[in-house]
Structures are given as C-alpha cells and as structure tokens.
C-alpha cells in the first residue's frame, strides 16, 4: 500500500476542545424505513474503465431525490468491508432510505454517493476464501483505482463538484480503514473523512497524522466512530487518543451496546451524512461526540507471548487484552481467562474481544470454539492446567528481575534418564550459571525447584523465567552462584502390585528424587554434593512436596521454602505436631539446628483454602518455635508472578553463609 503522505486538515473557525459528556442520542425509529410519500432517490449500476485493474469495474451511485443532470453536487464515497462488494450498503444499509428520510426531513445537503467496489483485482466478488493474499491486497490498490480511475469517470458522467472541498471519503470496518488511510494520505482529494469501526488495516496514527500542526489546515470534518461492545474499537480508540492528545479537530463517537455489524454502522451513515458539506463548528463536534468519562490515551501492543509476527493478543496500556482470532465458520466464540469473554463476530469472519484489566503477571487462556477448547495459534503454549494451554504476560510496570537483560547469561540443559524407580524415561532441567563450562574446577551448590499442581518440569522456565531471575541476581552478587534443578514432580511407581498401586501420580517422588536425581546430578555436575549446600523448594503442590521431603530427609537438604503451599493443604484446620507428619516437627530447636533457613512465600490476594492452609501451619511451626522466614507478594494470587517473586527473594538468601 502506498505510504502516506502528509495529513492536512481544514482548520475550524474557532477553536477545538476534547469534550467528555456521556450523552449519546440514537437516530430515531424508522431512520432506515423506507417511507411513502416522500420524493426517492435513484441507485444506479454504473461501469468504468480500471487501468489500474485491467478490467471494467462497477459500482452503484445513488442520484437524490430532485436530481437535475445540470445542477453540480458534492460526492460522498461510501466503502464496504472486507466481506462485501458494492452491494453490501445497499443490501444491508438500506443507504437510500436513510438518505431518503434525511432529504425529507431538510437534514442533508444534497449529494451523489457512489459506492463501489474496494477489492481493486479483476475477480473482484465477495467468494471464496476472501483473506487470501492477492485479495487482501486488493484493498490496498484500490487506493489508486480510486484516484486514477473510478473519481474520474465519475466526474466524466456525473455533474460532481470537482473540487476536494465537496468530496467526501467513508467507510465500514475495511473500508473504514481505507477511508482514514486514503482520505487522509490524500489531502488534496478529500475534505471529508469518516471512518466507521475501522479494522485493523487502519495505519497509526502517527502515520495518518505525521504533523499534528498541518493537520489543523485541511480537511473540514474528520468523523471516527464504534460500537462500545466491538472488538476492534482499540483502532478508532487510538486514532482518537493520539488526534485528542495533538489538539486535533475531530469527532469521536463511541455508540453503548453497539457491536461491529450493521446497527453501528447505518447510525453513522445518519449522523456523517447530516454534517457533509455544511460549516461545521466546535459546537457540532461536541454535540456529536460522546467520549466516555475517564477517557484516556491507551496504547496497545503485541503480547510477548506471541508467537513471532503475531499482532495478537494485544495488552493495552491500561491491563486491558485485545483478543482477535480467525474462525470463520464458527457460531460461538470465547476466550477463557478465568472469567470467559464472549467475542464478537466481525464481518470478515474474525472473532474480537476487549477484556476487562488483567492483573499483572502471567496468565494461562484458552479459545472455546463452539464449546471445544483450543489454543490460540497466535500465541505461545505452555503446559499448564494439566495440558497445553496458551498463556498471556501482562507486563508488571517498572520491574525487570525477570527480564531478558545484558548480563551473562547462563544455560538450562535437558537431561534424560531412565528411573528405576518408575520404570519410565525421565527428564530433568538443569540450569548451569554463566561461567560454568569455564570454571572448570569451581563447585556450585544446588537448589531442586518444583512445580505445581498441572505443570511439569517446563514450567519454572517457561512460565515463571527462573533462569533469567538467577541470571539478574548473580549478576547483580545479590545472589550466590548455584546450580537449578527443575523436575517433574509426578512420578509413580509401575501398577504391578506395590503398595503405591493406589496412590496419587506424584506418590514415588520423594524415592525418584533422592535415590535418582541427586546422586545423578552430583554425578554430572561439579557440584558440593552436601547437606550444606542443597537446597529444596517448590510452588503449591511442589511446596508440599518440598516440606515432606526435606523434613524427612534432613541429612541432604539445609535450606528449604513453599511458595504458596504447605505439607498440611487443603486442611486449615489446627495442627497436632506430635503427630503431623510423624513428629517432624515436634522439636522446635533439633529443626532450627538443622535449617539454615525455612522459607513461606504466599500472595496477598491468594484464594481459598491457601491463606487457611499455610496460616495454620505457621501457627502450628509458631508454636513450636521453628524459625522460619515468611514473605508476602503484594497484590498477587495464586500465580507465577507470586512464585517468581518468591524466587527472587528465596534464591537472594541462600548458601550466603556456606563454604565454597
């Protein structure tokens, strides 16, 4: 598509004012009826010579009502979307009627509208898979049909006003975005612009409008609107924000309950056609503009969890999720974010949705199609939720510990081996600090790190960035150089008769990871392969795992944390240590004799039954007097932005006081 050049804009006779009023007046009953007794216009079928295509291309023009051959008018270009042709208006917006009623009603100048066809390629129907390559690009040729083509033969056979001052450029959702891109890409064409829910081939608005101050100059109305309840009102939302932030004339009109279909659109076409070519004043453009209250600039950005090259999901700046996916024979869609979003069918076949704010933090989504749950092809998949699952990452604001920074970096190696104690090939994830392989005589301590409930040893580095964590900490020597080992912590024994026959997936765990991984890893790395120098930790039922297995093995492990779990979950009942877990902690000082140091992380806002759970259990260790340190993540739940600051903070304190 043909860059843009300058954005000119008519300047207004007095000056511009961003107004934030509520209010909003529907056309009313019957606008679109065709009515008796009224003078009609007439729709045309009208055919052109495209140099630009190769081809004779149609379009229909409306005549109004009195139409003299020998009387000049002004023309008002009216462009359809991505699944139409030049027939779409007329079939579904019942154009003429509106214009009809309107003319009527002495609320509209009189004017031609042609309407033609935006796909500028020789098939130029609406069949087949219309997203394919050459149609799509037909959309943005059809800028020079336009110009070169379809303008001047209708000057040849019509008496149009020919001059940009009485031409007027608007359109639906694609055509919305052509109309803002060629409308305001060619000053020199168009006085009048109006773009109704535009789509996403809707350019920035830094390219619509590379200088703010010219903008003032040129065109007489530039009209942005959407229904409140479209998926795609992000792109007429920052056309706004930018426009209003540069002082720029418009009107922006956001319709309640309105969806990207033909209700909005016919609204618009009302309202826009009442105020072309006739002196427009700030007045009018606060009487038609209904910004919401709070208005503010949102920008939106790719997800850093998309794949590469994928526009979505998009994160606003204020937490908001654009959601938009492709399906185009589907009846139902949602996204699943905890709370389920219905989107809203677009007219290319898409599927859009703007969430409510999301908290800060990494997030598992899936897509329910028709009631199946799928992955979002756009974004990145993670194992969670026991399956493959999509994932989000809100960004957390002015905060980079787990952030990709430019500091040396170390490595996370997959390791497979066979267990005996299950029978089953394994796999473990082992991360080396930077300088492993070149310090080939130093000796690292180790902390074994587990997941959660639905997660597998993928998880800590996928989802909760534990090697970038450890990464920023060594460089910063906030934290000791250590090895991380990332298991999986299901693991059971055959079903051939042994008493774990019955027991959970994760019951031969503890057997796996201290009579297998330990010795393994001190076999195959350079680490100090003692008590002193270990440590264990784990997230919800990996923090459960962790406080069983270290206490019953106090000879291997010195440090110990649960981030968000505890040995005694779901239960937040009181606990008997002269029985819970044999008398583990029975003795106070004997535990405080061995832990260097004991570790509870929990979020704030953490749901049932965790604050109960990991509460009784520090009352019981209180109890007790077991030392222990425990830390609260401000503002997070159940959630690996919790666990990632559980690492930070754990990971800072540990083999500290240990010889190396």
């Not at 008002?76 to 027939?87: A, N, P, R, S, T």
């Not at 083509?149 to 040849?156: H, W």
């Not at 003032?216 to 930018?242: A, E, M, N, P, V």
């Not at 990632?644 to 754990?650: G, N, Q």
Request: hydrophobic share 40%.
């Amino acid at each position: 598509m043909k860059r843009l050049a300058l954005f000119l804009l008519t300047s207004l006779t007095v000056g511009f004012s961003t107004v934030k009023s509520q209010n909003f007046e529907k056309a009313p009953e019957g606008f679109d009826v065709s009515r008796n007794g009224i003078p009609h216009g007439k729709i045309d079928t009208f055919g052109y010579a495209s140099a630009t295509v190769g081809a004779t291309r149609k379009a229909l023009v409306y005549t109004p009502p009195g139409y003299l051959p020998k009387k000049k008018y002004p023309v008002l270009y009216l462009l359809h979307g991505i699944g139409g042709d030049e027939k779409e208006w007329f079939n579904q917006g019942n154009p003429q009627a509106i214009l009809d009623n309107l003319y009527a009603d002495k609320k509209v100048a009189p004017m031609i509208v042609v309407l033609p066809n935006g796909r500028a390629i020789k098939d130029d129907r609406a069949v087949g898979n219309i997203m394919t390559a050459d149609k799509v690009q037909g959309f943005a040729t059809f800028e020079k049909d336009l110009l070169n083509d379809l303008i001047p033969s209708i000057e040849k056979k019509y008496p149009v006003i020919r001059d940009r001052a009485y031409r007027a450029l608007a359109g639906l959702s694609m055509g919305g975005g052509q109309s803002l891109n060629f409308g305001l890409g060619n000053p020199d064409k168009f006085a009048w612009v109006g773009g109704f829910s535009s789509a996403p081939n809707t350019k920035t608005p830094q390219e619509l409008a590379p200088n703010p101050a010219e903008t003032k100059k040129q065109l007489k109305l530039l009209w942005i609107s959407c229904g409140d309840k479209d998926g795609l009102i992000t792109f007429s939302k920052r056309t706004h924000d930018y426009l209003a932030a540069n002082d720029v004339p418009h009107i922006y009109q956001v319709i309640p309950g309105g969806y990207h279909d033909f209700k909005v659109w016919k609204q618009n076409l009302y309202m826009f056609s009442q105020l072309l070519f006739k002196p427009v004043t700030t007045a009018l453009i606060n009487q038609y503009s209904n910004i919401p209250a709070g208005n503010s600039v949102v920008s939106a950005v790719p997800a850093s969890t998309n794949i590469p090259g994928a526009q979505y999901p998009q994160v606003l700046s204020d937490n908001r999720v654009l959601f938009r996916i492709k399906a185009p024979e589907a009846h139902k869609v949602q996204v699943d974010l905890g709370k389920k979003y219905d989107m809203v069918k677009e007219e290319e076949g898409s599927w859009a949705i703007t969430t409510d704010p999301i908290v800060e933090g990494f997030h598992y989504y899936s897509i329910l199609i028709d009631g199946v749950a799928v992955c979002d092809p756009s974004s990145q998949t993670f194992y969670g939720m026991s399956r493959m699952a999509s994932g989000i990452e809100i960004p957390e604001k002015g905060v980079d510990f787990f952030a990709a920074k430019d500091v040396p970096h170390g490595q996370v190696r997959q390791i497979p081996y066979f267990s005996k104690v299950t029978q089953s090939w394994r796999r473990a994830f082992v991360y080396t600090p930077a300088g492993y392989d070149a310090n080939v005589t130093g000796k690292y301590p180790v902390l074994y790190l587990q997941h959660g409930s639905g997660e597998d040893e993928t998880g800590w580095t996928n989802q909760g960035k534990a090697n970038l964590i450890l990464d920023n900490l060594i460089a910063a020597k906030k934290a000791v150089p250590m090895i991380v080992v990332m298991d999986n912590g299901y693991a059971s024994r055959p079903a051939g008769g042994s008493s774990d026959k019955q027991k959970p997936m994760f019951s031969a765990f503890d057997s796996v990871l201290t009579s297998e991984v330990i010795p393994m890893i001190d076999a195959s790395f350079r680490t100090i392969a003692d008590r002193e120098h270990r440590a264990l930790a784990g997230l919800s039922m990996g923090a459960n795992q962790a406080i069983t297995i270290a206490m019953n093995n106090l000879d291997k492990f010195s440090y110990l944390a649960g981030f968000s779990g505890t040995s005694n979950y779901p239960s937040t009942s009181a606990i008997d240590p002269a029985t819970f877990m044999g008398g583990a902690f029975k003795d106070g000082k004997a535990v405080n004799s061995k832990l260097k140091l004991f570790w509870l992380g929990l979020g704030t806002t953490e749901p049932v039954p965790f604050p109960g759970s990991v509460g009784a259990f520090r009352a019981m260790l209180d109890q007790q007097g077991v030392k222990y340190v425990y830390y609260e993540s401000p503002g997070t739940a159940h959630e690996w932005l919790t666990w990632r600051r559980d690492l930070k903070e754990f990971a800072s304190q540990i083999f500290k006081n240990a010889s190396h």
